[in-house]
């Protein structure tokens, strides 16, 4: 029966201790039977194939495997975006980086720029929000880059996407100048990286790990791109939970203005974002 096989499955994930059994069981039958538990018929014999399939994902997320990789397709900002082995999944974390930089766009029809930009998911909802005159994301990971490609068709996007390290100089060079540059870096430190939750550890190590003191990304970026930005471009950037105050003070020593943080929902100052202004001493550290 359907409901056996489910409820089944929903205590072989309790017992892994997997907090949120219910709804990734739910998801993953979805995914196996192509029909929502909600609205399948519980009573009814589950067909053999599906109930196959489905034993499968359970055991493989059973093993601390993502949902979101069993599934290969997450949701960002209400946005469907492919995900699987090679690029980071998006967080909700994230969309408080996406809504600020919505809030604080000075300009209309802006040039946008998405470095480390993996799934494209920042540059998709960015373009669906703002109405932009261009966007370009940037990725160094062949890997991520075919799941971007593929983003980019999903959700019929203008997106153009580079593949290359966005620290080199070429490709620095190939950018136009932009009026908003965001960017979600690997921001994990060496001490982050050696306690890593189980899921996490089969995401891509390039998209997690910032240099022992996880900073790397910030100082690296800030340097290279802020003469980038036009007059009053926006420079913003995700950040991890106790990161806040550091990468403020990279933004203001690199002679950004009105540098800022900004919470996510849990109070957690998620974003930080300052502004170029031409003319200004931008200084050289
Ligand atoms: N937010 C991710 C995590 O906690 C880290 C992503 C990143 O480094 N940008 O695992």
Known sequence: MVRDIFEHAVK??????????????AQLFEKAFGVQYELADKSAPADEKAAGL???????RQSGYPLQYILGEWEFYGLPVKVGEGVLIPRQDTETLVETVIRKSRTQRPVIIDLCSGS???ALALERE??????????LSEQAAEYLKQNIELNTSKVSLTVGDCLDKTVIDSLPKADIIVCNPPYLTGDDMRSLQTEVTHEPQSALYGGEDGLDFYRDITRAYKTRLKHNGMLAFEVGHTQAEEVMEILIQAGLEDVRAYKDYCGIRRAVVGFYTEGQNVRVY
């Open 12 to 25: 072989a994930l309790e017992q892994s201790g997997n907090d949120n059994s219910r709804f990734d069981a």
């Open 54 to 60: 489905f034993n499968g994902y359970i055991e493989k």
């Open 120 to 122: 494209g998911c920042i």
């Open 130 to 139: 703002l109405s932009p005159s261009a966007v370009y994301a940037v990725e």
